[in-house]
């Protein structure tokens, strides 16, 4: 088996925002915006500010914003400075009171499963808060995983290359016989790279076919990938 172990980022990987409850959180300021809508616009946005010049110049907490300002707008919503600014103020204190990324992939579960019946170590290197680690277990995906490292814990987030040296030493894997795979380029292939891993990239809108790197919808489709040793 050539990838004993396999990073995974967690959101847009494994879990997404609740559109769903953002949708009821806009509702009282008179925006009705439908989930499928948001769902759509969340994978634009996450292709916005997938740039080299836009993950140097900000942290993953600023991110934050810029990630729901250009979903909304994608959406259609209101671009006005004052409206724009209560519609993330109420997306923040929405988020602070119960993390929005509370929705996993149809497909995980089922994935995950997949993975580890291969034999995989699976550990998640994701740029968190804090709190990846009890989202998961809210989710109940917590227990497929050897190892969770969350950037806020560690103090350093990708793309530096640290954040993957602890979790190889942590995990007591190899680079060379570890996968990494994420959904933005620039934080994670980027970084993953810089580290001595390989890096799939996970495009669920087909946005990306200009990176240099092996792309799958989703992660049935790494599986399968892996079922026939590839990459």
């Known amino acids: 088996m050539k990838w004993r172990t396999i990073f995974l980022d967690a959101g847009g990987v494994l879990v997404h925002p609740d559109w769903v409850?953002?949708?009821?959180?806009?509702?009282p300021l008179g925006?009705?915006?439908d989930p499928a809508t948001l769902t759509t616009a969340e994978l634009k946005a996450v292709r916005d500010l997938d740039s080299e010049d836009c993950i140097s110049s900000t942290n993953d907490s600023s991110r934050w914003a810029?990630?729901?300002?250009?979903?909304?707008?994608?959406?259609?919503?209101?671009?006005?400075?004052?409206?724009l600014t209560e519609l993330l103020d109420e997306l923040r204190r929405t988020h602070e009171r119960d993390n929005?990324?509370?929705?996993?992939?149809?497909?995980?579960?089922?994935?995950?499963?997949?993975?580890?019946?291969?034999?995989?170590?699976l550990v998640v290197v994701s740029n968190s808060n804090g709190t990846v680690r009890a989202k998961l277990e809210r989710v109940g995906l917590a227990g497929q995983f050897d190892l969770v490292i969350d950037s806020h814990e560690e103090r350093v987030e990708k793309p530096d290359p640290e954040i993957?040296?602890?979790?190889?030493?942590?995990?007591?894997?190899?680079?060379?016989?570890?996968l990494h795979v994420g959904d933005i380029y620039h934080v994670d292939v980027v970084g993953a790279r810089a580290a001595g891993l390989q890096a799939i990239l996970v495009d669920r809108g087909d946005l990306?076919?200009?990176?240099?790197?092996?792309?799958?919808?989703d992660l049935t489709e790494l599986a399968d990938l892996l079922d026939r040793d590839l990459p």
């Open 21 to 27: 409850r953002v949708s009821n959180a806009l509702a």
């Open 31 to 33: 925006l009705r915006l």
């Open 66 to 83: 810029l990630f729901f300002h250009r979903t909304l707008v994608h959406a259609g919503a209101p671009v006005t400075e004052a409206f």
């Open 100 to 121: 929005l990324w509370a929705a996993v992939f149809e497909e995980v579960p089922r994935a995950l499963a997949r993975l580890r019946a291969r034999g995989h170590k």
């Open 164 to 178: 993957f040296r602890i979790a190889l030493e942590r995990s007591g894997s190899d680079a060379e016989t570890t």
């Open 208 to 217: 990306h076919d200009d990176r240099d790197c092996v792309r799958v919808a």
